[in-house]
């Protein structure tokens, strides 16, 4: 094996003291766009869903008046 592939597979080493306990910010899961995805789960098929709708009433819906 290449040295590259072993110093791959060890763990990150921290000069900080306190980089390794600050390190879990960083994390993807606590990323701007993670926390909104959260915020409004089933926003997107629900956007989907409502505008096939408008789409099928817009063009195969009859079109009566009401007066």
Known sequence: MSKLHVEAQTKPIYHDPWAKREAWRKHP????TSNFRAMFPGLGIATVAFAAYCTYEHFFMDKKSHH
């Open 29 to 32: 899961i606590f990323s701007k």
